[in-house]
């Protein structure tokens, strides 16, 4: 039992972040829909058909190195270079005992030759080359079928295609794959006091920063998007915008009104519309969440607050679009541990995600919080290239301590 109620923000009937990622990963079905794309469109897609190699990869035996293509079996002695073996020009004739072939890296290996000596330790006087160190058969040779092998797997259904996988099809000479449809997604943002960029602000009016940012990870993930713009609170217009979004996309995405206050409509209008459930999330920011279905599309409520908006979409939202999208994972971001530069701030209860930022130091990265740390704080978020992700339990934490950390941006 926690010793005393004031040094912890736990709340008894609050959600924990790996309980609801359970259920909304166990609820999103992965969509069976493909097209056909090129090659050139296929960045970000999923691959809807696992691609067997239709040719041994390499094709042929050929050499690793510039230098000469020989028999080993021969000994180490001078051997009589006969002629030159260029990639896409092989050397026709068979090497004999006692012979060489010049070879350039990616030529095909001449038929007899079994290793290639490098240029390095060959030293050639006239037509006749000697060479330095042990003649060993196989040596910088690249085998037949030792990248793939003709009919084995080489990419499996349900890739996120990213630019080595795309090269690995085109290692293969197919120019079309099978992917599955983008995920549809529709969303919008809720609240009287939000106007659109562009537009000068009212009285108490604040700017919409959460529509712009939707859309962002939306498209980084390859959804399709539909912009239903930014509704009042007013019970009307928004179960008018939900109608629509159900009936245009496979996910549907709010933020905003998810609360309880009396301008908070989304959770009222969702029981008479769909199937939902609303959380009070044991996570910080973010506490409030909805999540469900609205007809045959799915339902996310993020809070309205930009920096929780991002959090939960990044927790929740990703892994539920990545699973849906038919990807085969991971769904969730990988974490790392990571030494703490700074000391950092935490009342035991709920999981923190703090925006922080990677620090090269003398032993290795390290990791900081990034600016200031409130949910309504959009420059910390903007400075952050990982999360820094405090378990419930944990309290505050000294420098040197190791730290679990998700980053924000993919390598490739
Ligand atoms: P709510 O979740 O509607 O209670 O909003 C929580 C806080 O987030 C309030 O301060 C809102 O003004 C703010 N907020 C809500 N929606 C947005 C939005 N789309 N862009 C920027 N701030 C927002
Ligand atoms: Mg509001």
Known sequence: MAACCEHTEH???????????????????????????SLEQGLGRVLATSVA?????????????????????????????????????????RVQEGQCVRIMTGAVLPQGADAVIPQELAYREGSMVRFHGDILPGANVRLPGEDLSQGNTALPEGTLLRPAHLAVLASLGISEIAVFRPLRVAFFSTGDELQPSGQPLGPGQIYDSNRPTLLAMLQRLGAETVDLGCI??????????????????????????????EADHIAGLLEQMGSVHFWKMNMKPGRPLAFGHLGQA??????????????????????AILKRMGSLGPWTSPVFRLPLATSVRKKPG????QRGRLLPGENGWMVAPAGAQSSHILTGMAQADCFIVLPAESGALTAGSLVDVQILEGMV
């Open 350 to 353: 709920r999981t923190d995600f």
């Open 298 to 319: 799915s339902f996310f409520g993020l809070p309205g607050n930009p920096v929780s908006t991002m959090v939960t979409f990044y927790q929740f939202v990703r892994p």
């Open 232 to 261: 009042p609170d007013n019970p009307d217009q928004i179960r008018e915008t939900l109608e629509t979004a159900r009936q245009a996309a496979d996910m549907v995405i709010t933020t905003g009104g998810v609360s309880v206050g």
């Open 11 to 37: 709340d008894p009937k609050a959600k924990s972040v790996a309980e609801a990622l359970e259920v909304i990963l166990a609820a999103s079905q992965p969509i069976s829909d493909q097209v056909m794309v």
């Open 53 to 93: 190699s239709p040719i041994d990869v390499p094709a042929w035996p050929n050499s690793a190195m510039d230098g000469y293509a020989l028999r080993a079996g021969d000994g180490s002695g001078p051997r009589e270079c006969i002629g030159s073996a260029f990639a896409g020009h092989p050397y026709e004739a």
